[in-house]
C-alpha cells in the first residue's frame, strides 16, 4: 500500500511544528546565555540549549509521526532506537554548540555535521517503527530533507552567535520551526509503506504503542521547555540585575567624572608610576593652558627650569610613594610660560595588591593668598614701625625739651658774658656772637624735634636755596680731609619749602655723605631746574643734589635706604632716621627724592622740590639782639625751676635788668617762700616741673595772692589743650631782651588799674 492512502492529522500537525519553534527560540536563547557566561555556568548553558534543540527537534519528530495513520495498521515502536533517536540530536546539538562558541569559523562543518545528526535522529525514529509494511524511500526527497536539515542547522548556529534581541530570536525560532518540520514532513513525502501480513509483530516483542508514545512525548516536551524557559527567566533576572549594576556603575562613574571635570579652580591630575599625565580635567586645563596634547607627557613639564634642575618634581613622587602624600608650596609654570604660586598635593594610588598604580596629583593657585600674606606682613612690619616711631616721637618731645632748657642757660649766660667782656678785642666778641648763633640754631632745632614729636605740620615758605646753603657754610665745615663745594647756576628759581627742615635734610645728607667718606673726599652741593614729569607741578622743579665720593651702595642696600631705622652704620652711629625724614620732607613738600648710588663709586642724593609761584622772601638771617632798655621801675621777682642751670642763668639775667630775685627749686618751695616774704611783684615759672607744674603754682599763688603777676615759661610749643589760658607766656630759651618784653607786657596790663589780676585761674 502506498503511502497516499495514509493521512495526517492537522491539529497534531501544527503542534509539531510549534514545538519546533518553540524549542528553536528556547534552544536559541540558552546559547546566547552560553556565549556571555564561562566555567561552569558556560557547561550548563550549553547542555540547556543542547536538551532543548535535541529534545525539541525529537518531539517534533515524533508528535509528526502521531499526526500520522495508515488505515488498518497499527503502529508501535522500539523503545531502544526511540530512546537512540533522542539521545543523537541533543549530542549532536551539544558538539555543534560546543565547537562553534570556541572557533566560529568552524560554523558549516558544525552546521553540516548537526544537519546531518538530525536527518539520522529521523531515520533513526522511523526505524524504530513497528508495523506489518515495509518502508521505502525516495532517493530525491531523502536528500532534499537532508539538505533542509544541513541548512536549518547551520542558520541555527549563525543565529545562536549573533547579538540578537528577543523579537529577532522569537522569528528566528518561528523559521527554524518550519525548517525542520519542513525537513520532517519532506522526508515523509518521500516514505513508501508496503503492507506485508509477514511483517506483523512477532509474539512477545516488547513495543511503545501510540498512546503512551504520546504521553511520553508530551512530558519531554514540557519537561524540556519548562527547563529552557525556567533558565532563560531565571538568566533574565540575573542578566537585567547585571545590567540594573552596570548602569548603576556607570552612573556613579558618570558622576564621579562630572564632578572631577567639573571643579574649575583645582587642577586634578592623574599620573603613571613614572610621572606622566595620563589624564587630567578641566580646571587643569584652565590653570595650565594646555590641552589633550599633554597626556603622556612627564608632569616635570610644569615645574620651573630651578625646580626640575634640583630634581624637585622626582623627590615630590618618592615622598608620595614612601608616605603615601607629598604636599609642597612652589612656583609652577603655564604653557604660555608665565608662572604662578601653586599649592600642589600629590597622593599614591596603589593596586589590590599593594603595588603603585600610579598617582593623584592637585593643583591650587594661591597667588592671591600668598599676595595677601604678604600685604598682611607688610602691614605688620609698617605697623611696628609706627609704633616705634611715636616711640621716638614721645622720646624725641623729652630729649627736646631738655635740650631747651640747656640751651636757654647757654644763651643767657653768653648773652651776660658778651656784656662784660672787654669790648676792644673784636676776636673774644666774634667767637661770643658764633657761640649765640649757634645756640640759636639750636634752639630752632629742639622747635623742629617738638614738631616731630607732635607731628606738627610743615610751614612751607619761599627758599632761595642758594641763599639758604650760603647760610648754612658754618654747619658744613668738617674734618680736613673732606672739601665741600657749592655748586648753583646763576638764575634759579625759588622753591616752597619749609626752610628749618630744608636745612635739616640737607645737613642730614652732607652728614651721610662725610660717613660714607672715612678716608677724605668731595661733598658737592648743586641745584638744577628739572621739567615736571606728568604735570605734577606746571612750573617744574628745583633739584637740589648733594654728591659724595664715598664708598656707595648695593641694590639692596638702596632698595631699604629709606626705610626709617634702616642703617649701615655701627651699632650706636645713627638712629636710621635720616633718610627716611629727608624722604618724608620731599613727598610732603610734592616733591621726591631720588637716590643714585653704585658700590665704590659714591652716592647722589636728589631732593626735587617744586618751583615756587610767589617771589617773596622772607629774611632768614637771625636779627642782632636789640639793645635792651633799662626797665622804668626795680621788681620783686620770685623764679621758680627744677633745673638748676636755668635757675641761675634767668636770675642772673633779671639782677642783670636791675631786679630783686629770689629763687626757688619747686612749686612747693616757691609757695613757702612767698608766705615768708612780705613782697614779691612777678612770679616767673617753669611749666614742666616735677611734683607741681607751674600752672598748679599758678593757681595756687593766685588762691592766696591774686595781686602778683605770674609769668610761666615753657620750652613747649603747644600746651596740653585744658590749659589754655590768659597767663603770659615766654617760650624758651629766651634772650635778656625777650625777658624784658615779656615783663613789661606783663606789668603792663598790671599798672592802669591797680586791681586788674593778670591771671585768673579757672574756679575749681
Keep these: ?10 491539529v497534531l500537525v501544527a503542534l509539531s511544528i510549534l514545538i519546533a519553534a518553540l524549542a528553536s527560540y528556547t534552544a536559541l536563547d540558552l546559547a546566547t546565555r552560553m556565549r556571555a557566561a564561562s566555567g561552569r555556568a558556560r557547561r550548563s548553558w550549553l547542555v540547556a540549549a543542547a536538551i532543548a534543540m535535541g529534545g525539541g527537534i525529537w518531539s517534533m519528530h515524533f508528535v509528526g ?6 488505515p488498518g495498521i497499527e503502529i508501535s515502536y522500539d523503545p531502544f532506537l526511540t530512546l537512540l533517536s533522542l539521545v543523537i540530536p541533543i549530542v549532536v546539538a551539544a558538539a555543534a554548540f560546543a565547537v562553534v562558541g570556541r572557533r566560529p569559523q568552524a560554523l558549516l562543518a558544525s552546521g553540516f555535521a548537526m544537519g546531518l545528526g538530525i536527518s539520522g535522529m529521523h531515520y533513526t525514529g522511523m526505524a524504530a517503527m513497528r508495523m506489518a509494511a515495509l518502508i521505502q524511500y525516495d532517493p530525491r526527497w531523502v536528500v532534499l530533507s537532508i539538505l533542509i536539515a544541513i541548512s536549518a542547522s547551520i542558520v541555527a548556529l549563525w543565529l545562536a552567535f549573533r547579538n540578537t534581541n528577543a523579537v529577532q530570536r522569537l522569528f528566528a525560532g518561528l523559521v527554524m520551526g518550519l525548517a525542520i518540520s519542513g525537513m520532517h514532513y519532506a522526508a515523509m513525502e518521500g516514505v513508501m509503506f508496503l503492507p506485508t501480513s509477514a511483517m506483523a509483530r512477532p509474539a512477545g516483542h516488547l513495543g511503545v504503542g501510540q498512546a503512551p508514545l504520546a504521553f511520553l512525548l508530551a512530558g519531554i516536551t514540557i519537561m524540556i521547555l519548562s527547563i529552557g524557559i525556567a533558565a532563560a527567566v531565571y538568566d533574565r533576572a540575573s542578566a537585567e540585575r547585571a545590567q540594573r549594576e552596570a548602569a548603576a556603575l556607570r552612573r556613579s562613574e558618570e558622576r564621579f567624572r562630572l564632578l572631577v571635570e567639573g571643579i574649575a579652580d583645582h587642577a586634578i591630575f592623574m599620573l603613571d608610576p613614572d610621572g606622566r599625565v595620563g589624564n587630567w580635567n578641566l580646571g587643569a586645563r584652565r590653570l595650565m ?42 612656583w609652577r609654570v603655564r604653557k604660555d610660560r608665565s608662572r604662578f604660586w601653586a599649592e600642589a598635593t600629590i597622593v599614591a594610588v596603589r593596586n589590590d595588591s599593594g603595588a603603585i598604580a600610579g598617582f593623584a596629583k592637585i593643583v591650587r593657585d594661591v597667588s592671591e593668598r600668598r599676595r595677601a600674606q604678604e600685604a598682611l606682613d607688610r602691614a605688620r612690619e609698617a605697623l611696628m614701625m609706627s609704633q616705634k616711631m611715636e616711640t621716638i616721637g614721645q622720646l624725641t618731645g623729652g630729649v627736646a625739651h631738655d635740650f631747651n632748657n640747656l640751651l636757654a642757660a647757654v644763651l643767657g649766660s653768653l648773652e651776660l658774658l658778651k656784656k662784660r667782656l672787654p669790648t676792644d678785642d673784636p676776636k673774644i666778641l666774634r667767637l661770643v656772637e658764633n657761640a649765640m648763633q649757634g645756640a640759636v640754631r639750636g634752639a630752632s632745632l629742639t622747635q623742629r624735634m617738638l614738631a616731630f614729636a607732635r607731628k606738627q605740620d610743615l610751614r612751607p615758605a619761599v627758599v632761595d636755596v642758594r641763599e639758604l646753603v650760603r647760610g648754612m657754610a658754618s654747619l658744613l665745615k668738617f674734618e680736613a680731609g673732606i672739601d665741600v663745594e657749592t655748586r648753583f647756576p646763576m638764575h634759579l628759581p625759588k622753591v616752597k619749602v619749609d626752610a628749618n627742615q630744608l636745612e635739616l635734610a640737607i645737613l642730614n645728607l652732607a652728614v651721610n655723605a662725610r660717613d660714607a667718606m672715612p678716608d677724605g673726599g668731595q661733598i658737592t652741593i648743586a641745584a638744577r631746574e628739572e621739567q615736571g614729569e606728568g604735570g605734577l607741578s606746571s612750573s617744574g622743579y628745583v633739584a637740589l643734589s648733594v654728591s659724595d665720593t664715598g664708598c656707595g651702595m648695593s641694590d639692596e642696600i638702596l632698595k631699604h635706604a629709606q626705610e626709617p631705622f634702616f642703617t649701615t652704620k655701627g651699632v650706636g652711629k645713627g638712629t636710621g632716621l635720616g633718610l627716611s625724614m629727608v624722604h618724608g620732607l620731599a613727598e610732603q613738600s610734592g616733591g621726591r ?11 647722589t642724593a636728589d631732593i626735587w622740590l617744586p618751583i615756587a609761584e610767589e617771589t617773596a622772601v622772607p629774611d632768614l638771617r637771625i636779627a642782632a639782639p636789640a639793645a635792651v632798655a633799662r626797665p622804668s621801675r626795680q621788681l620783686s621777682v620770685l623764679v621758680v625751676d627744677d633745673d638748676l642751670l636755668v635757675l641761675e642763668n634767668t636770675a642772673a639775667m633779671l639782677e642783670d635788668l636791675g631786679h630783686v630775685v629770689v629763687e626757688a627749686r619747686s612749686g612747693d618751695e616757691a609757695l613757702a617762700l612767698l608766705r615768708r616774704t612780705r613782697t614779691v611783684d612777678l612770679v616767673v615759672t617753669d611749666y614742666a616741673m616735677p611734683g607741681m607744674t607751674g600752672l598748679q ?32 607766656r615766654l617760650a624758651k630759651p629766651f634772650d635778656q631782651a625777650a625777658l624784658a618784653k615779656a615783663i613789661e607786657a606783663a606789668m603792663g596790663e598790671e599798672e592802669p588799674a591797680g586791681s586788674v589780676v593778670a591771671f585768673r585761674p579757672k574756679s575749681a
Design 697 to 728: 603754682l599758678a593757681n595756687a599763688i593766685a588762691a592766696e595772692r591774686p595781686e602778683t603777676v605770674i609769668l610761666l615759661s615753657t620750652g613747649y610749643a603747644d600746651l596740653p589743650s585744658d590749659t589754655r589760658s590768659s597767663l603770659p
Design 289 to 330: 593652558g594646555y590641552g589633550d596634547d599633554i597626556v603622556g607627557t612627564s608632569y616635570t613639564i610644569f615645574h620651573t627650569e630651578e625646580d626640575c634642575a634640583a630634581g624637585a618634581p622626582a623627590r615630590a613622587l618618592v615622598e608620595a610613594e614612601r608616605e603615601g602624600k607629598s604636599a609642597i608650596e612652589g
Design 1 to 10: 500500500m502506498h503511502h497516499h492512502a495514509a493521512s495526517h492529522d492537522p
Design 593 to 603: 627724592l631720588v637716590l643714585k648710588s653704585r658700590p665704590g663709586e659714591g652716592t
Design 65 to 70: 509521526m502521531l499526526a500520522f495513520s495508515l
